[in-house]
């Protein structure tokens, strides 16, 4: 199996012909990042919520970096700017697992990832987000991966995220409810799809 800071940096090109850079983010890369999530809508952020937004957060993630554990990758513009941001999870969270072992889903520990994706307003319908679940689904493969989780799961009202996500082969395995908004816990199971 290989390490997992071998399969990166990756070139993707979007459908326009822009060329981005797929990469493990940096402990330098402390203010593009923080640029990037306060840059996002407020809509956005309330979809996307893995961590904190605040400077000193994204500071300590930077200084704590530990790919054994996390890969934390960022698209960038030739330019240096982040367009995108995606965790994998080389394991599951607790409250997830709680609430998959609850409806009985059989989660293999040792095979599941735990993903959560985002990406800037300005990018968005360009297929970006679709360009970088494909690496992060390849990636899961190559480390190993073959059931996948969305981190915290996928809010109801995103409706646009949960057709996103199920074009990809996710399932709702579940619902909750996190304070008044309501929730699905979808699973990929990578087995079930073909290579790309």
Known sequence: MPEPATLFPRPITLPDGEVLTIRLLQPTDAATLYNYLSGLSE???????????????????????????????????????????????????????????????????DKAGTVAPSVADAYQSRKLGSLMLEHLLETCRSLGKSQVVLWGGVQKRNQKAVNFYTKFGFMPVGSFWR????????????DNLPLR
Not at 179 to 190: E, F, P, Q, R, S
């Open 43 to 109: 809509q956005s952020k309330s979809y996307f919520g893995p961590h904190p937004f605040d400077e000193a957060t994204v500071q300590l993630i930077c200084d704590t970096l530990d790919p054994t554990h996390t890969l934390r990758l960022i698209a960038s513009r030739q330019t240096g700017d982040v367009v995108a941001y995606m965790l994998l999870l080389l394991g599951v969270l607790p409250d997830d697992l709680a609430r998959l072992q609850a409806v009985k889903y059989p989660i293999q520990l």
């Open 179 to 190: 304070g008044d908004i309501d929730n699905y816990d979808m699973v990929l199971t990578l």
